[in-house]
């Protein structure tokens, strides 16, 4: 395999490599939620890069290949290789919850009003409480773009793996989104009052 | 599978594959195909697809960029200095 502009000098390679600090600091957070630990991860990854730059293929998307670096940083800060969570149900039963999901929040009302509401903050908030496992997927495809085959690659997990984690996790999130509303005081009554 | 026997059950199974763009072309075409002729599915996949833009477009904190990226720099010219 040849490769080609391979950033070698520290020049070249911060050249190359750092206009994308931004991306990863982004995904960086969606990983390891907002605050220091996510910069020290940043600074991981470029560390890491610099010393396996030769396996950097300069055809490929250089941003994709700081993300999976990123996330091989985090884990091994934070995650503990044994730790996994079972997400037995097939994919399509996840498609299902979040339908019903959906159709209960039309019920209440909850569904139309978020559109009223900033849902940044509490979208945050909602990431940082998910369970690694769905978050990193999550952040992989939603935030970092990538396809289901790109994101298996990176976990090293069958696809089917990942839409399981993918939908599980957008299911939470949305439970959290809706609840959110309802928090918010913009609950809709759907029964009469007693008189 | 033609787009007439696609039924409710059918489409939402097939949704967030649907929205992620990850259907085969003739899956898709039905799945469009029943959406059109469905408020009730067309709502869910619509819901569906307005979490995930929100997910995508969420204002992560941001650091201050120029102060980590002094960070990295220092930290890398340090590595390359010492290996």
Known sequence: MTYAAIPITLADFEAVMLRFLPD???????????????????????????RGRTTYDASRDARKWLF????????????????EVAVGDPPELESYATAAGHAAAVRDGSAKLL??????PAINAAMATL???????????????SDYAEAAQA???????????????????????????RDAGFRVRTAPEAP | MTDQTLSCSETVRAM???????????????VEAHL?????????????????????TAPVPQPDVEALEQRVRGALAHEAMSS
């Open chain 1, 115 to 120: 559109d009223g509401l900033d849902l940044g």
């Open chain 1, 68 to 83: 999976a670096i990123c996330r091989h940083a985090f884990i091994k800060r934070y995650r503990k290789a044994t730790r």
């Open chain 1, 131 to 145: 369970p690694d496992t769905f978050r990193e997927v999550v952040a992989l495809v939603d935030v970092g773009g």
């Open chain 2, 36 to 56: 059109k002729g469905c408020d009730n599915c067309a709502g869910h996949v619509a819901f569906a697809k307005r979490l995930v833009e929100q997910i995508a």
């Open chain 2, 16 to 30: 967030w594959d649907y929205v992620d763009h990850a259907l085969p072309g003739e899956m898709r075409s039905a």
């Open chain 1, 155 to 181: 976990l090293g997990v069958p696809v089917g793996t990942v839409r399981s984690r993918l939908f599980r996790g957008r299911r939470l999130l949305q439970e959290q989104l809706l609840d959110y509303a």
């Open chain 1, 24 to 50: 990863v600091a982004r995904y960086a957070r969606a990983l390891a939620g907002p605050g220091a630990e996510a910069d020290d991860v940043v600074q991981e990854t470029y560390l890491d890069a610099w």
